[in-house]
């Protein structure tokens, strides 16, 4: 079994990288050989199955050469991030919506309905929302990426209903606590409020103490990411798209519970700065869903924010 | 104020052009010229503001020229229909999603946001649909059509909302009755039962006369896309996309309503052969609609089956 992950190098890619290479097999096959494709550099070990590959998604000779007869599962994560996509939207149209098309098209040419595993997000919701979002509630994003995200779907939907592609597209809450550095996705102060402080260092927060978000560790997200791969296909039935559960949370919440495990010290080095821009997008994701279809096929959440916080500091601090 | 219809050699497109030319003018403003735009040629009375032009959507440099700094409004019909875009998944993409995308990237280009009035369909919704499709209720396409159709919605929305274009995306019931000769539609023997028995001839229908379509008439569908071109941006809010309202009846309504208006003789030239590729789309289709947010922008539909017949004969028929 040979796999491609897309978008490689990302904190995601990266972990579900080491997590399969751990594992060892994932749908009852062997991992022969995993690409870890991305246009920088992913930072793992070396290992005689891996093979890091460096290219520009939205060139379909690229694309071409990276998916070949011996691919069968794809883990579909490269992306321009929310922010980004909404200040660039030639770049966010580019890669979030030709690429995946491109990767699409190419599976339909091969020809062997390899098993597609595609990162959506949350944000393909928005504008007038429901209380609670549920299986059955309209997308309308209200931002470019949102908008591209959807796109996705419906064509993961489509080449899968067509047999070109085994697809499942997961809609991802925002992942808190991602390791690393801060990056353009308009959700990234999330991780930095909790990230930052607990090693010194001071974070911004650029929407206000009451903003609720919809979040999901990097555990819990990887741990996703695999059931979904190993999900029979006739488990979706017709609709290959779901909304992960995840964790309703307020920023105060993460703070609250911050304080509580390291100290008033360490809250101390969030500086609260509202910044509209960032307000705007993240104010028009919604926050409370009712993920019945995603737990009744055994996706996972988080049990709370402490639980989170604590995961981070156990997986990506010094000890 | 100079406008494009694509798609302009569809009996839609014609219909159209021929209320433009009659009205002289639309939002206020006295039509100086009219791009009839398609692959064949349309059958339009010479005018002095009439253009026909003949092209592929397909091809970029072909839209490039046809949108200019002059284009203020642009009826984008042009579509390979249902039963086709199902049967040629290629050809469906390049026309139903690409050339919108090119369509949409030119427009960007100009720079001048020119109002866009899209042609979307039901066939958008599908799968475990509930008992009423509201508003709110998520698209869930069972065919390549539809889901290349979800797509356009979804970029309308999203060029709108980055002014790129002032849109308007419209989900059309199935148009009964049709006039000329049947396409490839999956849904085109709904007009030809009346059509070519009400003309002496015989016509297939490949449905049970229990199914049930929702319908609008072409002088409903007429009126309701230059209603959306009048519409002021405000009243849209943050979505550029509204279903139609419509007409649910049967296949044997239809029938009966046929058979009292021209006899008994003339529903005896509908042929009952059953279709499963026919049935399986069409059935997939929803019926039943609350199509609150139309009504409220003054959206409107047909009162009965009877006045669409009566209409088609006094449209289309020898006196």
């Given amino acids: 079994m040979q796999i491609v992950i897309t978008g490689g190098a990302g904190f995601l890619g990266q972990q579900l ?7 060892g097999q994932i749908m009852g096959r062997s991992i022969q050989k995993l690409f870890v494709f991305d246009t920088n550099p992913a930072q793992l070990a070396a290992d005689p199955r891996l093979e890091l590959v460096r290219g520009d998604i939205t060139d379909p000779q690229t694309v071409r050469t990276l998916l070949t007869d011996e691919t069968g599962l794809i883990f579909h994560l490269a992306a321009v991030v929310s922010g980004e996509a909404e200040q660039n939207f030639e770049l966010g149209m580019q890669v979030n919506l030709l690429a995946t098309l491109n990767l699409l098209e190419r599976c339909r040419e091969l020809g062997r309905q390899p098993r597609l595993v595609f990162a959506s997000s949350v944000a393909v919701f ?20 949102g908008t591209q995200k959807a796109v996705g779907e419906l064509l993961v939907n489509d080449y899968s209903r067509k047999n070109f ?11 808190v606590v991602r390791p690393g550095k801060p990056n353009k996705a308009a959700s990234t102060f999330a991780s930095s409020i909790i990230r930052e402080p607990l090693q010194g260092q001071t974070a911004v927060c650029p929407v206000a103490p009451a903003t609720r978000m919809w979040i999901q560790s990097p555990r819990r997200a990887i741990e996703n990411l695999l059931h979904a791969a190993e999900l029979p296909p006739d488990a979706w039935g017709n609709n290959r798209v779901v909304a992960l559960p995840g964790l309703a949370v307020s920023i105060q919440e993460m703070v609250d519970s911050l304080q509580e495990i390291a100290g008033e010290k360490v809250i101390r080095r969030i500086l609260w700065q509202p910044d509209p821009f960032i307000e705007k997008i993240v104010g028009g994701w919604p926050v409370d869903f009712a993920p019945q279809r995603a737990l009744a096929l055994g996706f996972r959440a988080d049990h709370s924010i402490a639980e989170i916080i604590q995961a981070f500091i156990e997986d990506e601090l010094p000890k």
Same sequence: chains 1, 2.
């Fill in 17 to 23: 990288a080491r997590m399969l290479l751990g594992r």
């Fill in 126 to 145: 928005g504008g007038d929302l429901p209380p609670v979002i549920e299986d059955g509630t309209a997308l309308n994003p209200q931002s470019s990426y």
């Fill in 165 to 175: 592609i085994d697809g499942r597209a997961l809609r991802l809450p925002t992942i």
